[in-house]
């Protein structure tokens, strides 16, 4: 099979999932489009605000697009393109875009509250607790991760003291998207433009951010770009939505989906061949299949973080129930044909069946970029526009989950069976969002020093497992108010087996380190191990916590959650 037949069946098999079994579930679990959304019923102007759906499906793309959907796929060729193939297309229908749809749909009939507070409603305190804890460390994992990835994609010096560029570029780029946004945000709120004027001054100010970007690169090291990384990530935990992240994310979004329209073009064009093997076994390396294969393809297929995208942020936007479906299902099938274009780039760069050399960024960037030059753009100004592009995947998803793990923080030690002025100082503190903030930055900072490498394994097995927790919240959820939730039971089922697997091989090679071969490092191997049992028993305690609601007695379910 070459790469121009497998994106096209892969664009076949995705639209007509969205067609048919997301408009199922739409009318399965039910949808009132003359229903108040939460963005009305509580809208504050901060993180409640009703926006139209182009906008909240920007942000959830652009969000939920990070470097997943690249880094998985190339990683996971070397078991062969057709399990790499099958499990994107069916995970991404089947389990992802279930799972990314239900968590806006439930969050949205329930005032835009996350899941953790969903859980604590459907389930208990006990297990709100926990999810808002295993949500804040795995919040952690993912700042740890993607910021490390963007110090790397904006650092403009090699290491033997020459010029890099398209990073300078790239981040010269992202730079003007954060000055630029802000702008573009106070035009939009005040002057409240139509669509289509909106989106023609976006496409005006995407092209002229990428012609000054180019021309004007700014170079610096990485040490430089991680401390501005994590000031960026600041101001996008504290500001309204309206003032940076959403007009960030509308502009980002043009970019990332340009990207993969020009990377399918090129495809077209180039028509390239997949120089790997369908199958090369269920080892690979010393890893197996199973769970290696299902952990490292994450946001191609199914992510956890995705749940808390859709209930902490984009819920709180939606401004009609039925734009939800476009929003939370068909944004991961968008993200899903991203990983079959990833898998289409490492086919055709491997050669002679051997994996291609190189970090999986710039085995996408480069090998995209020349496609790009097949339809007549410049090599030069392709390789920075695709270096801009997968820095803005890892970069769109950073402020959203710094934004998360701030919000997870104050809402682990949230009270509201008590009035302000009776909550203890710690409390008061605690549950401030400029506290909280810095509190969740630092310490992903100091797990970020570690590097991509050595975090990115411990993130793909929280990610899933989180997936797994939410599905199984959902599940409840759905049983709860008299809805179908039968199509929830064998992916949360899978997931679990594949992340408490994971898990579990994660803490013996650890393990191994420590007491076997003596090259245990704490400040990389210790906190990794400690983030892995924590994580290994607050999923355990959740999960506990799920199922026995969900197996419990059917006549335990109040009149009030019936019909929420």
Known sequence: MNGLLMIGISILVLGGAYLTYGRWLANTWGIDPNAKTPAYTKEDGVDYIPTPKAVVFSHQFSSIAGA???????????????????????????????????ALYASVKNEGKSIGSIIEKYIGKAGRKFFFLFAWIFTLLVIAAFSDIVANTFNG?????????????????????????????????????????????????????????????????????????????????????????????????????????????????????????????FEVNGKLLFPTLFVTIA?????????????????????????????????MLLESLLGVVALVVVGYAAKGGVMPEGTPFSIFAGNVAGFLGLLGIPQHVATCIMTMCVSALALTSLDSVARIGRMSLQELFADDSKEEKDKSTFIRLMTNKYVATILTLVVGLILSLGGYNNVWPLFGAANQLLSA???????????????????????????????????????????????????FVFLTDGLQLIFALLLIGLGFMVAISCFKKLFGNNNEVDSKNATA
């Open 68 to 102: 997943g959907p690249v880094t998985g796929p190339i990683i996971a060729a070397m078991f062969g393109w057709v399990p790499v193939l099958l499990w994107i297309l069916i995970g991404g229908i089947f389990f992802g875009a279930v799972h990314d749809f239900g």
């Open 469 to 519: 927790l939410v599905l199984i919240a959902l599940a409840v959820f759905l049983k709860t108010t008299n809805r179908k939730g039968f199509m929830l039971w064998a992916p949360m089922a899978i997931m679990l087996c594949v992340t408490f697997t994971a898990l579990v091989q994660a803490v013996l090679a650890i393990g191994k380190k420590l007491f076997i071969t003596g090259n």
């Open 299 to 331: 946001c191609g297929a199914v992510s956890g973080f995705h749940s808390l995208v859709s209930s902490e942020t984009s819920s709180k936007q939606v401004k009609n129930e039925k734009d939800m479906l476009t929003i939370g299902f068909g944004s």
């Open 157 to 281: 010096i090699n290491k033997d003291g020459s010029l890099n560029t398209p990073n300078a570029a790239a981040a010269s780029i992202s730079m003007l998207f954060i000055i630029v946004a802000m702008v573009f945000g106070v035009f939009i709120r005040y002057k409240k433009p139509n669509q289509g004027l909106q989106f023609i001054i976006g496409i005006i100010l995407l092209i002229s951010m990428l012609a000054i970007g180019i021309a004007c690169p700014l170079y610096f090291g990485k040490s430089t770009w991680l401390i501005v990384t994590f000031i960026y990530l600041f101001l996008a935990s504290i500001t309204p939505m309206w003032l940076l992240m959403q007009p960030r994310d509308y502009l980002s979004a043009f970019l990332l989906i340009a990207m993969i329209i020009g990377a399918v073009l090129g495809v077209v064009v180039a028509n390239p061949p997949m120089n790997l093997p369908a199958f090369t076994g």
